[in-house]
């Protein structure tokens, strides 16, 4: 959800101008200041949607953590972490606590987490699902109400964490994501599909009057959105806010991922993460690291253990049976009979992740470690695939920590079951 054509956008809004009552004395907010860090940051979090979970960034479901633009790893997207640590010789420890689907409602929760997290640099981007969650414009969120849950949030970071800085992203342009993608019939035939921002992109091909007013309209209520939401940031205290910079990213259909033309691809993600760090660094979120400072030593490269199904150290909840073919590790996984199963794993280390079959029968599971929700495995495929990663942790903590995966009632609307699968776990 990038943007697209900016001039056009802006046409399109000045021309077809629907009236929505916004409250009174919402307006573009000065530009936040933030003072300089005197260190760099040992904890970082990030807040927000599925968009900061890095959701079908490289073209397949569920999370892709590497490839969020604030926490991720890739090299191709080259976050706000990985800038940190090329600034300042170290990056930080990073936990993503944003959360798939959900509202800015969310955030004092995710707020909570970050400050039981010690974190002292917290990014902020959500909102995109308070809008795209309508199916009408009478269903499009409330100015005050999205104002006053980032207000919200910002308040328990600033009495939790009181020397965290906070950094601010508006929410992306609904029309930038409709123009980027109108013209594609791949892109159409999804969003018909999926039932993607119907609010939006509903009959992308419909020119009529009442189609591009609806259209404006959205376009209209995601500027004012944008506006509380600044507002919010100025009066808090250490917070940066983007001053509209993900909002008024150009975008093209490439920036969205293949996976839905909705979320942003690994090249969007890559535009969000660079537009935001230029806001970082106007805004001298972050000094510069002292002269006297040595280059890092290159890093030597992490060693990985892989725990296969069939090891003693997983510990199994529920019925589970194995069943075997030559593409898994060590030829074989595990999958549920029953709803409810889980299973764990105790280990050291600072990363895990989870290989699995995808399956047209598999459903959805949740993954928490150490009892925080990190993400959701959806495991449907369109034809069964083998070793297939569907889940990275974000950077942990040196020490030991325990997964638990555990198997819901959900599934991907395509899929003709709940199978949860898993062929190993591989730990960094």
């Known amino acids: 959800m990038l943007r ?9 809004v000045a021309v077809l101008t629907v009236a929505i009552l916004v409250p009174a004395g919402i307006s573009a907010p000065p530009p936040a200041t933030a003072a300089p860090l005197s260190d760099p940051p040992a904890v970082m979090a990030a807040l927000g949607d599925s968009i900061t979970r890095g959701s079908s960034a490289d073209g397949t479901g569920g999370d892709n953590l590497p490839n969020s633009w604030t926490t991720g790893t890739s090299t191709a997207v080259v976050s706000h972490r990985t800038r940190i640590g090329k600034q300042f010789g170290g990056a930080p420890v990073a936990y993503n606590l944003a959360q798939g689907g959900t509202e800015t409602a969310d955030l004092p929760r ?33 100015v005050s109400s999205v104002g006053a849950d980032f207000a919200s949030a910002l308040r328990i970071i600033n009495a939790g964490l009181p020397d965290a800085k906070i950094f601010v992203a508006s929410i992306p342009s609904m029309m930038g994501l409709y123009l980027a993608g109108r013209d ?19 009959d992308p091909l419909d020119q009529s009057d009442g189609a591009q007013s609806r259209r404006a309209a959205v376009e209209q209520r995601v500027d004012a959105l944008n506006a509380a939401i600044g507002q919010a940031c100025a009066a808090a205290a250490r917070c940066a806010h983007d001053d509209g910079a993900v909002n008024h990213m150009s975008v093209a259909l490439s920036d969205l991922s293949t996976r839905d033309y909705f979320h942003p691809s690994v090249a969007g993600q890559a535009k969000i993460a660079a537009a935001t760090w230029d806001k970082v660094v106007e805004k001298g979120v972050f ?13 030597s490269a992490p060693a990985f253990t892989t725990v296969d199904d069939t090891s003693s150290k997983i510990e199994w909840s529920g019925t589970w049976a194995k069943t075997a073919h030559p593409g898994d590790n060590g030829g074989s996984v595990s999958y549920l009979k029953t709803m409810g199963a889980r299973y764990s794993l105790q280990f050291g280390g600072t990363r895990v992740s989870i290989e699995s079959r995808t399956t047209p029968s598999s459903g959805i599971s949740e993954v928490r470690v150490d009892g925080v929700l990190m993400g959701r495995i959806d495991g449907y495929s369109a034809s069964t695939l083998y070793r297939q990663v569907v ?14 995966v555990t198997a819901t009632s959900e599934k991907n609307s395509r899929s003709t079951g709940h199978n949860a699968i898993v062929d190993a776990l591989i730990v960094e």
């Open 4 to 12: 697209s054509h900016r001039s056009l956008r802006r046409a399109l």
């Open 110 to 142: 995710q707020a909570s987490l970050a400050v039981s997290r010690s974190a002292q640099y917290v990014t902020m981007l959500s909102g995109g699902n308070n809008v795209c969650h309508a199916t009408t414009l009478e269903e499009l969120p409330s």
């Open 184 to 202: 594609s019939s791949t892109a159409r035939s999804v969003w018909a599909a999926v039932g993607v921002c119907p609010v939006m992109l509903a």
């Open 287 to 299: 000094a510069a690291p002292p002269a006297t400072i040595p280059p890092p030593a290159a890093p």
């Open 391 to 404: 889940f990275v942790s974000p950077v942990l903590p040196v020490g030991t920590h325990t997964i638990t």
